[in-house]
Every structure is written in C-alpha cells, then in structure tokens.
C-alpha cells in the first residue's frame, strides 16, 4: 500500500489554465505539506496543514490555493498558470507530536507540472 | 544568504571510499537536522536525523553535528554505486515545531565501479 499518493503524476497544459494536484496519505499522521522542486533540484515548502489548519502559508502567488478536507488529504490547486510553475509538487506528511523527530516527512511520489 | 547551503557537486568517489558531504546552516536556533536521499526522479527519503552535537551512526552512515560551528555533515563509509543520487540537508526552521523544513539545494554524489 502506498503511504503517501499523489494524483496526477504527470501536468502538461497550456499557460493561463487552472488544474489541481490530489494528495492522500493512510500513515495516520495529523501534518501534511505541500513542497515545489525547481528544476535546480531546489525543495522549497509551500503550505502546511496540521489537522485540517493551515499553520504554514509560505510567500506563494495567491494563484495556489491547498485545501485539507480532513487530516488525510491535501490538495492543491492552481489557477492561472504561468510558465514559472514549471516544478515538481511534493505532497509530504508527519506527526506534529515526534518531538525532535519532527522534521522526518514520508514524501509522496511527486507531481511534475509541465507550463507550455 | 541562504539559509542552507550545500555545495551542489557532483562530488565523485570510486566504490569503497569514503563519501563526505557538509552543510552549513544560518539559524542558530535550528534544534534537529535531517539528510535525505533522492535518487533521480524520485522522492526524497530520510536517511538520518541528528540533533546533538557530535557523531551519530547508522550502519554506514555517520552524522556529524557542531552547533557552534552551525555545521552538518554526512559520511558515508564503503560507498556504493547504489549510493549514487543527490543529497538533502534539512533544518528544522528555529524553535518551529510545525515541521517545516528548509532544505539545502542537495549534493550530487556519483559513486563509480
């Protein structure tokens, strides 16, 4: 079973259309992350969600907008894509309580968004 | 300034030496630190986390932390081919316990036969 799944894994559309990323994890963990890859191998966090609160919105274009319907899943979505979206999408999850642990994220395969 | 800085390689060594690669970190009030691996076109996977200053071993993986020095290393002894992929050094963002990690731009490491 995989732990952390991510649909679609492959994007390819047209400049200025909107498309969502899904994102499901059955580990149990209450945290879940969105993280953009550039094509520099650059990991960088986006948002997070901790039992369905967003308690990390990093400085993204308003354009991204996640979505956590509960604890187990986080979406995202995107309008008006531009071709600086390029990237791979990382969904990724954790448990808040690990203590010093906190930090060991369980990545889903990756979403790779092609912007023509 | 970055906040994570890793040189980005690729750092080559023949099969059986040993494989070094540091990070340096800009927040002194960073409390754990995590390597991860990447193999190309994958998803990034935890090897290791530290978070006292000193070594840390894991089969053939050490991690080596100076807080003074803000200063994060993995060796890796014996090195395989199968090691060959991109490395991440992460920090946990300050006192921050969301999670959130930022992460360096990785090493390349190729391993050859």
């Known amino acids: 079973d995989t732990a952390v799944s991510q649909t679609p894994k492959y994007l390819v559309t047209q400049m200025g259309n909107d498309k969502s990323i899904k994102c499901e994890q059955n580990l149990g963990h209450d945290t879940m992350y969105w993280y953009k890859q550039d094509s520099k191998k650059f990991l960088k966090i986006m948002f997070s969600?901790?039992?369905?609160?967003?308690?990390i919105n990093e400085t993204v274009p308003n354009r991204f907008s996640p979505k956590s319907p509960d604890k187990a899943h986080l979406n995202l979505h995107i309008n008006s894509l531009e071709l600086g979206d390029s990237a791979v999408y990382f969904c990724?999850?954790?448990?808040?309580?690990?203590?010093?642990?906190?930090?060991?994220?369980?990545f889903g395969e990756g979403s790779r968004l092609t912007v023509l | 300034q970055k906040e994570v800085e890793q040189n980005s390689g690729p750092l080559s060594v023949p099969e059986g030496a040993i494989a070094s690669l540091n990070c340096t970190y800009s927040d002194r009030g960073s409390q754990s630190f995590f390597w991860y691996r990447q193999y190309s076109g994958k998803s990034p996977e935890l090897i290791m986390f530290?978070?006292?200053?000193g070594d840390k071993e894991d089969g053939r993986f050490t991690a080596q932390l100076n807080k003074a020095s803000q200063y994060v290393s993995l060796l890796i002894r014996d090195s395989q081919p199968s090691d060959s992929a991109t490395y991440l050094c992460?920090?946990?963002?300050?006192?921050?316990?969301?999670?959130?990690?930022?992460f360096g731009q990785g090493t390349t490491l190729q391993v050859k036969p």
């Open positions: 990724a999850s954790t448990n808040s309580y690990s203590g010093p642990n906190t930090g060991e994220l369980f």
């Open positions: 969600y901790n039992n369905k609160e967003l308690i």
């Open positions: 530290i978070y006292s200053n």
């Open positions: 992460a920090v946990n963002a300050g006192s921050s316990n969301t999670g959130k990690l930022i």
